[in-house]
Nanobody, 115 residues
Framework: QVQLVESGGGLVQPGGSLSLSCAAS????????MGWYRQAPGKDRELVAT???????RFANSVKGRFTISRDDAKNAVHLQMNSLKPEDTAVYYC?????????WGKGTLVTVSS
């Protein structure tokens, strides 16, 4: 089992920045994909950004150039830096860790972009 603890999130004005972090604990495998998905009210959950243990990254087109993702293997953590935030970025952001053919999800953290 893997447990994911998310931190960050909150309220930010349009154009502002916010950082999310997710730390994994439990049975940690060295081969993984870790990252973030989000779900806005009335919409399906969608990819935001992911990173693999080899450093390969993947971003949704809507966040390219604005969001960056990084990993800290010593802490089994992943960080999402969100810049130039837009109202349409408002959603609950969920951390994901995929390893050993299993997906583990965090409980989610709310990001609200509003003036």
């Amino acid at each position: 089992q893997v447990q994911l603890v998310e931190s960050g999130g909150g309220l930010v004005q349009p154009g502002g920045s916010l950082s999310l972090s997710c730390a994994a604990s439990g049975t940690i495998f060295s081969i993984y994909v870790m990252g973030w998905y989000r779900q806005a009210p009335g919409k399906d959950r969608e990819l935001v950004a992911t990173i693999t243990n080899t450093g390969y990254t993947r971003f949704a087109n809507s966040v390219k150039g604005r969001f960056t993702i990084s990993r800290d293997d010593a802490k089994n953590a992943v960080h999402l830096q969100m810049n130039s935030l837009k109202p349409e970025d408002t959603a609950v952001y969920y951390c994901l860790r995929s390893s050993d053919n299993r997906d583990y999800w965090g409980k989610g953290t709310l990001v609200t972009v509003s003036s």
